[in-house]
């Protein structure tokens, strides 16, 4: 069974930095990979949806980057704002065309 | 395009109530569609995959008689807790895809929480 890890869980940063969040899964079998933003006790934003052909997607300030071989994914934020503060989930699809997600980090962005 | 609508956003009820949520997708016809539930601080864990005419696959642990899901049409699947208890508040948040495929990305619904007192 795929299973998806995200790190770190929490993350803070000064307003204007550049981060990395970090994105693992074990079945490298994946057709694309998501990235979604949660906003506390809302729903899911989809971010960017990276195929499996692809290396890259870049939508803005948000950049992700995907290696399949090594099950891979990171996603970049260049110069954060505070408006960014959310939960970041990553996400690859199933068998079954359901998604199995990460854990999840929780970006605040301090102004 | 591809909007999923869910509702209610927010339940508040007491326990031994049963409660059903709606999804539905507003321009598209939905042949398959997700249920999943996020407890607090934790993330997303998919429910059961209900496909439009025929029976809902459940996830392991899951309880069918439980958690009754409907999807009679295209465009609308239910989920109905029956009998809820607290240890039944979660977030719950649908999904749907507009054709079964590898690689179609998901739609999701704004999510239903759900307090059971």
């Known amino acids: 069974k795929q299973e998806v890890t995200q790190i770190p869980a929490a993350l803070s940063v000064p307003e204007g930095e550049n981060l990395v969040l970090n994105c693992s899964f074990t079945?490298?079998?994946?057709?694309?990979l998501q990235w979604f933003r949660q906003d506390p006790g809302k729903g899911l934003t989809s971010l960017l949806l990276?195929?499996?052909?692809?290396r890259e997607q870049t939508s803005g300030r948000l950049n992700a980057s995907l290696d399949k071989s090594s099950g891979r994914s990171t996603l970049y934020i260049a110069a954060s704002q505070p408006g960014d503060s959310a939960t970041y989930l990553c996400?690859?699809?199933?068998?079954?065309?359901?998604?199995?997600f990460g854990t999840g980090t929780r970006l605040t962005v301090i102004p | 395009g591809a909007v999923v609508s869910q509702h209610p956003s927010w339940v508040i009820c007491k326990s031994g109530t049963s409660v059903k949520i709606e999804c539905r997708s507003l321009d598209f016809q939905a042949t398959t569609m997700f249920w999943y539930r996020q407890f607090p601080k934790q993330s997303l864990m998919l429910m059961a995959t209900s496909n439009e005419g025929s029976k809902a696959t459940y996830e392991q642990g899951v309880e069918k008689d439980k958690f009754l899901i409907n999807h009679a049409s295209l465009t609308l699947s239910t989920l109905t807790v029956t009998s809820a208890h607290p240890e039944d508040s979660s977030f719950y948040i649908c999904s749907a895809i507009v054709e079964v495929g590898g690689n179609q990305p998901q739609h999701f619904g704004d999510g239903t929480r759900l307090s059971i007192l």
């Open positions: 990276i195929q499996s052909s692809q």
């Open positions: 079945d490298s079998a994946i057709y694309n």
């Open positions: 996400a690859v699809p199933g068998g079954a065309n359901n998604l199995f």
